[in-house]
């Protein structure tokens, strides 16, 4: 079955560092998804990428879908404590009705 | 407010009984979800409907059942044969079944069985 894979797992950075998380699929993928997830608190939907190669940008955050859409990453420039949380990638394969989430990757902001 | 909610939000059991996690959401929307997340494993899903009176395994689906015989409810019963259950529950709807359509959770129920 369809695998997506994120790395890393946890990443600790202070407070105006950048920060990313990597996603991999073992399939082609129709779209990406991603989400965050605050700590106690329910997966938000944060955007989707739909075209090879596509990029989108929400403030500080910067999305990307790789040319062959079986890889995306989310960049967070100059990191807040408002940040914590995990970022969880998700996608559709093609001929599948579900998300596939990967395990997400756990970002701890110090200031 | 439109959303989806949960309930409760801690849940215990003891160790053999059946559970039932309530999931209600008045969005209009098609498709319902329901995922287990344990820490460190992501999201997995358990089933899916598509539509009223239908609903698929997903993944992890042993020792779980569902029922939607209306739109706007998908109830999930945790079975005793169910090994490991304690876990943190979501339920989720998305406008339309596949793809280029986002999910929507609720809030959660953790479960605690003892």
């Known amino acids: 079955g369809q695998q997506v894979m994120q790395i890393p797992q946890y990443q600790h950075v202070q407070e105006g560092e950048d920060f990313t998380t990597y996603c991999n699929s073992s399939t082609t993928l129709s779209n990406i998804q991603w989400y965050k997830q605050r700590p106690g608190g329910h997966p938000v939907f944060l955007i989707q990428?739909?075209?090879?190669?596509e990029v989108k940008k929400q403030k500080r955050l910067t999305f990307q879908f790789g040319e062959a859409k079986k890889n995306s990453s989310l960049h967070i420039t100059a990191t807040q404590t408002t940040d914590v949380g995990t970022y969880f990638c998700?996608?559709?394969?093609?001929?599948?009705?579900?998300?596939?989430f990967g395990k997400g990757t756990m970002l701890l902001v110090s200031p | 407010d439109g959303g989806i909610t949960q309930s409760p939000k801690y849940l215990f059991r003891k160790e053999g009984q059946n559970v039932t996690l309530s999931c209600e959401q008045n969005?209009?929307?098609?498709?319902m979800y329901w995922y287990r997340q344990d820490p460190g494993q992501g999201l997995r899903l358990i089933y899916y409907?598509?539509?009223?009176?239908?609903?698929q395994k997903g993944d992890i689906a042993e020792g779980y059942s569902v029922s939607r015989e209306k739109k706007e409810s998908f109830p999930l019963t945790v079975t005793s044969a169910q090994k490991n259950p304690t876990a943190f529950y979501l339920c989720?709807?998305?406008?339309?079944?596949?793809?280029?359509?986002?999910?929507?959770f609720g809030q959660g129920t953790r479960l605690t069985v003892v």
């Open positions: 990428l739909v075209k090879s190669g």
């Open positions: 989720a709807s998305s406008i339309l079944p596949g793809a280029f359509t986002e999910a929507f």
């Open positions: 409907s598509q539509i009223v009176n239908d609903f």
């Open positions: 998700a996608g559709h394969g093609s001929g599948y009705s579900t998300l596939t």
């Open positions: 969005l209009n929307h098609d498709a």
